[in-house]
């Protein structure tokens, strides 16, 4: 995974990497607490579990075909 990057969910700042594993963490994307490798922007205080950060924007569901569900 890169060191920084910039998201659409936080277009403010770059995202760094940072691995927390000694303090746990509030992810901005899906509002779970986390443990371990994050990406965080110190500025806004605003943190992403890796895995939230590389989720689709949008999915299907084939029970609301009118367009794609968003996060």
Not at 21 to 32: D, E, V
Not at 45 to 70: I, K, R, V
Request: proline content about 7%.
């Amino acid at each position: 995974m890169p060191r920084e990057i910039l998201h659409d969910s936080h277009k403010k700042h770059p995202l760094v990497f940072r691995d927390t594993s000694s303090a746990g963490f509030h992810c901005n994307g899906c509002g779970c607490l986390g443990v371990g490798f994050r990406y965080r922007c110190d500025t806004c205080n605003f943190d992403l579990h890796e895995f939230c950060l590389t989720c689709p924007q949008t999915a299907p569901f084939s029970f609301h075909g009118q367009h794609p569900a968003s996060a």
